[in-house]
């Protein structure tokens, strides 16, 4: 059996993980995925991957669902990026009578060079003091979605 480590810049862990797995001659051998593009369907050749990367790089998140359609095991689920949205938690632990403070989503502040200023039109005006005298001082702010850093 293959196992496949989707790594990023840690070193410590994926090679501490490998070295290990594939030192305990059990039939099962690690290795760091290498990638470069991915046809439809193409046979992904691991039983298991572990994923320490693909909320930073959407291509992995890509290959590993197609991983997943195949049976593969992905370790950390890249599908949970879709229900990781905290307003949406926070909104449902509302529903369901569990306190939350004051929250407020707001439009970003700077979207990436592709994003046309028309695909922008519904969003301004916004003002901003007015959600800030919402919260009030001193308040949190996180990122919508995600888990490093931003929990």
Same mark, same amino acid.
């Given at each position: 059996?293959?196992?496949?480590?989707?790594? &990023? *810049?840690?070193? %410590?862990? !994926? /090679?501490?993980? =490998?070295?290990?797995?594939? %030192?305990?001659?059990?039939?099962?051998?690690?290795?760091?995925?290498?990638?470069?593009?991915?046809?439809?369907? /193409?046979?992904? !050749? +691991?039983?298991?991957?572990?994923?320490?990367? %693909?909320?930073?790089? !959407? +291509? $992995?998140?890509?290959?590993?669902?197609?991983?997943?359609?195949? &049976?593969? $095991?992905?370790?950390?689920?890249?599908?949970?990026?879709?229900?990781?949205?905290?307003?949406?938690?926070? #909104? #449902?632990? /509302?529903?369901?009578?569990?306190?939350?403070?004051?929250?407020?989503?707001?439009?970003?502040? /700077? +979207? =990436?060079?592709?994003? #046309? !200023?028309? %695909?922008?039109?519904?969003?301004?005006?916004?003002?901003?003091?007015? +959600?800030?005298?919402?919260? &009030?001082?001193?308040?949190?702010?996180?990122? *919508?979605? &995600?888990?490093?850093?931003?929990?």
């Amino acid at each position: 059996m293959r196992v496949g480590v989707l790594r &990023g *810049r840690e070193n %410590s862990f !994926p /090679e501490a993980f =490998v070295a290990k797995v594939n %030192s305990m001659g059990k039939g099962v051998h690690a290795e760091f995925v290498q990638l470069g593009g991915t046809k439809l369907n /193409e046979p992904v !050749p +691991y039983r298991v991957v572990l994923d320490r990367m %693909s909320h930073e790089v !959407p +291509y $992995y998140a890509v290959y590993l669902k197609m991983a997943a359609l195949q &049976g593969t $095991y992905c370790i950390n689920n890249t599908f949970w990026r879709s229900a990781d949205d905290k307003f949406f938690g926070y #909104a #449902a632990a /509302e529903q369901l009578g569990i306190a939350e403070p004051k929250t407020v989503v707001l439009p970003n502040r /700077e +979207y =990436v060079d592709d994003v #046309a !200023p028309e %695909s922008l039109r519904n969003l301004w005006p916004t003002d901003f003091t007015m +959600y800030l005298d919402h919260v &009030g001082v001193p308040c949190i702010m996180k990122p *919508r979605s &995600g888990a490093a850093g931003g929990t």
